[in-house]
């Protein structure tokens, strides 16, 4: 059974720093990692997409990469902003389930 | 364009009672899910569905029921609600749900209260 982790579980920054949150899985078979940010009360917003045989993925001041043969992944998130307060998430595709880790919380402080 | 559209927002009720929960997308999706979200736990998959008429149990199915009659509505019903069933409840939607690069779209959610 697939386990996806992720570390740490909150995370508190001040405005400006620059910062990476991890996401590991047990299983390396899958189709793609996506990363998604969740507001308080509201749905899941998907950020980045990595397919399988991609190494990383850039969007405005995100970055995320995966190493497959290891089960890992990282998004980096440059200058961060107190609008980056947020439930981060990631989630491993298989066949047509995904498998989502519990999230990192992250706070931005001005 | 809306996207996800899931209702009601909120809802409570009683042990023993059933009710079904809403899920419409518009985008022409033929993958729908539905996915609960509880503290600590993470969000498990209850439900999914590859197209209309075609329905399969994902980790957390006991105590829901799905069917799928059209491309655009796959409700989730709850048969005798239970309150360990008291959880917050994602559907969300994607083009086909097996291509390598196709995204998850999500609802707004409907927060659920069984007392």
């Known amino acids: 059974k697939q386990e996806v982790t992720q570390i740490p579980a909150a995370l508190s920054v001040p405005e400006g720093e620059n910062l990476v949150l991890n996401c590991s899985f047990t299983?390396?078979?899958?189709?793609?990692l996506q990363w998604f940010r969740q507001d308080p009360g509201k749905g899941l917003t998907s950020l980045l997409l990595?397919?399988?045989?991609?190494r990383e993925q850039t969007s405005g001041r995100l970055n995320a990469s995966l190493d497959k043969s290891s089960g890992r992944s990282t998004l980096y998130i440059a200058a961060s902003q107190p609008g980056d307060s947020a439930t981060y998430l990631c989630?491993?595709?298989?066949?047509?389930?995904?498998?989502f880790g519990k999230g990192t919380m992250l706070l931005v402080s001005p | 364009n809306a996207g996800v559209t899931q209702t009601p927002k909120f809802q409570v009720l009683k042990t023993g009672q059933s009710m079904t929960l809403q899920c419409a997308q518009d985008?022409?999706?033929?993958?729908m899910s539905w996915y609960r979200q509880d503290p600590g736990m993470g969000l498990r998959l209850i439900h999914y569905?590859?197209?209309?008429?075609?329905?399969d149990q994902g980790e957390v199915p006991n105590g829901y029921n799905v069917s799928r009659s059209t491309t655009e509505d796959f409700p989730l019903r709850l048969l005798s609600a239970a309150p360990s069933q008291t959880s917050v409840y994602f559907c969300?939607?994607?083009?086909?749900?097996?291509?390598?690069?196709?995204?998850?779209?999500f609802g707004s959610g409907t927060q659920l209260s069984v007392l």
């Open positions: 569905s590859v197209g209309a008429g075609i329905t």
């Open positions: 969300a939607s994607s083009y086909s749900g097996t291509a390598l690069n196709e995204k998850l779209f």
């Open positions: 989630a491993v595709k298989r066949y047509s389930t995904l498998t």
């Open positions: 299983d390396s078979a899958i189709y793609n």
């Open positions: 990595i397919q399988s045989s991609q």
């Open positions: 985008m022409n999706h033929e993958y």
